[in-house]
């Protein structure tokens, strides 16, 4: 049906809109494809999806497989991972990229098992590399390196998986760049049955009632984030960075260990176990600067730092360092802000 050895992009699909995490991925998907001299191809399954390919192709996507079924929405496991198991099989692509959403750590983990693929959750990087094993000597090229912070980030990994297929990994949202590669990018859709992929026992789970509720929380939009760590100290020190982020019109971010801590929600938690954000202005106060943060905003156009430890490994990115305590120095920036914006 199509040509073996493709990199393809499982992609979700909600609101008649597909996710940006897919579309991050085909963006991503391309790169690699560009670079191993392979077609990029794409997966939907669903209901109501009449025109997807439009939102697909512009990412310079190959091949979209659309499987329309109304059985298909909502997403219930069995069903969708037997599609991409027997699709799998069928096409035999060389890498699979999906979303480590709620969707995609409950799929990527059926499809690797059950083509014993192995699959790397949580990446925040991908590359194409060559591999030396160092038992056998035996060299592997044009490799997927999958990349992601093990030990407690201590360390940064490089996975490898030199003899199974497809090399699966899943990426958070917002871990890579989303960018249109031609509006015009167009190429061929194959619609597939539902019934050849599946099993009248896939179905057995029916959704009666369905409810989503939308984070009220905004850090991927917002040009400017105030965030704070375990130095912040408390939760009465947060509401001053609070008031810190209200002033300059931003949101208010956190790192995991001040989440542990139970000084703020989760849903603002930034880095590897949270969101990554790339706002123009990112306030660091009291962030050490373990690798998963640093992960979740490295690519902030400008980054202020705040540590009364003038050796933070955070201080090593930021452009500017305030080395001094936040309950002296942000009130200072909150009045002069003030006074320099009437």
Not at 74 to 92: Q, R
Not at 199 to 204: M, Q
Not at 248 to 264: F, N, P, T
Request: glycine fraction near 8%; charged fraction near 25%.
């Amino acid at each position: 049906m199509a040509d073996k050895n493709n990199l393809i992009v499982y992609c979700e699909y909600e609101d008649g809109k597909v996710a940006d995490v897919s579309l991050e991925l085909l963006t991503k998907g391309r790169q690699l494809a560009d670079k191993l001299g392979i077609k990029l191809e794409a997966v939907v399954a669903g209901d109501n999806l009449k025109d997807i390919e439009k939102q697909i192709f512009p990412y310079g996507v190959d091949t979209v497989y659309k499987v329309e079924d109304k059985r298909l929405y909502p997403y219930t496991s069995l069903p969708h991972s037997s599609i991409l198991i027997n699709l799998f099989k069928e096409i035999e692509p060389r890498i699979a990229f999906m979303g480590a959403t709620s969707i995609g750590r409950d799929l990527g983990p059926r499809v690797s098992s059950a083509l014993h693929s192995g699959l790397t959750a949580d990446c925040t990087s991908l590359e194409i590399g060559d591999y030396t094993d160092a038992k056998t000597g035996k060299e592997y090229k044009d490799l997927l390196y999958q990349i992601r912070p093990a030990f407690g980030g201590n360390i940064v990994a490089t996975i490898v998986n030199p003899d199974c297929r497809p090399q699966m990994a899943t990426v958070r949202e917002g871990v890579m760049k989303k960018e249109v590669k031609d509006s015009n990018y167009s190429g061929k859709v194959v619609d597939l049955k539902a019934e050849n992929y599946t099993k009248p026992e896939d179905y057995v789970i029916d959704i009666i009632d369905r409810h989503v509720e939308k984070s009220k929380v905004n850090l991927k939009g917002s040009p400017i984030i105030v965030a704070g760590g375990y130095g912040v100290g408390s939760k009465e020190n947060f509401e001053l960075l609070e008031k810190l982020a209200d002033t300059l019109g931003g949101e208010l971010g956190a790192s995991r260990a001040a989440v542990d801590a139970g000084w703020i929600d989760h849903d603002r938690q930034i880095g590897q176990t949270g969101v990554t954000v790339r706002p123009k202005l990112y306030i660091a106060c009291g962030i050490s600067g373990q690798i998963q943060h640093i992960a979740g905003m490295q690519d902030s156009s400008l980054i202020i730092s705040i540590n009364s430890d003038p050796d933070a490994p955070i201080n090593k990115i930021a452009d500017v360092v305030i080395t001094g305590k936040m309950e002296d120095v942000v009130p200072k920036l909150i009045k002069y802000y003030k006074k320099n914006s009437k």
